[in-house]
């Protein structure tokens, strides 16, 4: 079977994209753990035998807001706030590159006409609704705070005043997990006890609408001045993202404590027309102490695309595998196996060896990882598809 003959494979069928990653003030060769979500999705869809999907940004941050305007008060010059996000986006990128299936941010036009699709549908059916409550609000500078959030986070306000205010609302079903494990994509239904109470430790009734310079703008609505909470918005995007590639099932990679953070926002969106969004855990990659390697590096003369391999696409999967931080103190053994397994590589995979792989990443299932045979089909799919 050729790489000709498995494109467009997964299409109608399952795709991974990353967790939108915060713009935040960071470089991928600063802190290449942000990079995480991005080569898992990648590795998981080349290993499906799927073109790149787009990468997803979370640009709908208060930290943003704050980051624009002082932008404009120091250089003193008026740049639009996607604009703004884009070039910074950009940058982490470096010279010129670009993601192959390109970039999609949670403030995208595509992104709004979905939300603003699905917001309807469940406002109509009362899923969601209209309603006014009393909200902590800053009276400088309007800005609308969280429960128990104090001084103001804009302008530093110290008092904040209860006021009424039209808000979009979640009921949520109290006798559902916030995030539940049937939404999760993994071979083994397991709820870590400690996810659990994060993801429940959430109000019945959820406010959906934030003050934001940026976002999905809930106008159209009725509520002016307000956009979708973004850890709503950010399961929306990896949705819009799927339905441009006609995915029915979209998986969203994250780690277990942002998966905990954002499920009981995404709760009211997971589906929509027949496409269906799923989490995918991952865990965190000691990337601190990757220089802890240099001397296994050299006893195994390993060239840098081979190290460049390991740190960016093995630990990836296997962080996928662990679901855990993986500790320091594995990454020699984890080294010594991603070598001996590439050793014994077949030039091109044999197609019935692709296809075990194909329907354990469809599955969720991860052990494959961790047996030599089945590491090493996933080296030669990934060498023979590289660029
Ligand atoms: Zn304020």
Request: charged share 15%; glycine share 10%.
């Amino acid at each position: 079977m050729t790489i000709n003959e498995r494109e467009g494979a997964a299409l109608g069928g399952l795709l991974f994209f990353n967790g939108p990653v915060h713009n935040g003030g960071f470089t991928f060769t600063s802190r290449p753990g942000k990079a995480t979500g991005i080569r898992l999705a990648a590795a998981l869809n080349q290993l499906l035998g799927s073109e790149p999907v787009p990468h997803l940004w979370n640009t709908v941050t208060l930290a943003g807001d704050l980051r624009h305007l002082e932008h404009a008060a120091t250089a003193g010059e008026t740049v639009g706030r996607a604009a703004f996000e884009a070039g910074l986006i950009a940058a982490k990128y470096g010279d010129g590159r670009r993601p192959a299936g390109g970039i999609v941010t949670d403030a995208d036009p595509q992104v709004a006409a979905l939300a603003l699709e699905m917001i309807e549908a469940r406002l109509s059916t009362g899923a969601l609704s209209l309603s006014t409550e009393r909200i902590p609000h800053c009276p400088g500078c309007g800005h609308m705070a969280g429960t128990g959030a104090h001084p103001c986070q804009v302008c530093g306000n110290e008092t904040l005043l209860a006021r009424p205010r039209r808000v979009l609302v979640a009921e949520r079903a109290l006798d559902r997990p916030a995030l539940d494990f049937n939404d999760v994509h993994a071979h083994h239904k397991r709820a870590p006890v400690h996810l659990r109470n994060i993801a429940g430790n959430v109000p019945a009734r959820l406010i959906l609408s934030r003050t934001r310079d940026h976002g999905i703008s809930l106008e159209p609505l009725g509520l002016p001045e307000m956009v979708l909470d973004p850890r709503a918005g950010l399961h929306i995007a990896v949705l819009a993202a799927a339905r441009a590639r006609g995915a029915e099932t979209a998986v969203m990679v994250l780690t277990q404590n942002a998966a905990a953070n954002v499920a009981a926002y995404g709760q009211p969106f997971l589906r929509h027309h027949g496409s269906r969004l799923l989490y995918g855990l991952h865990g965190h990659i000691p990337y601190d102490h990757i220089q802890d390697l240099t001397t296994d590096y050299q006893r195994h003369r390993l060239p840098p695309a081979v190290r460049a391999s390991f740190e960016t696409w093995f630990l990836p999967l296997y962080s996928w595998h662990a679901k855990n931080h993986i500790g320091a103190s594995q990454l020699a053994a984890l080294l010594t196996h991603f070598h001996r397994a590439r050793l014994t590589a077949p030039e091109r995979p044999q197609a019935p060896a692709w296809r075990d792989i194909q329907q354990a990443v469809e599955a969720g299932s991860t052990t494959w990882l961790t047996r030599k045979a089945g590491l090493a089909t996933a080296v030669s799919i990934a060498s023979g598809t590289a660029p």
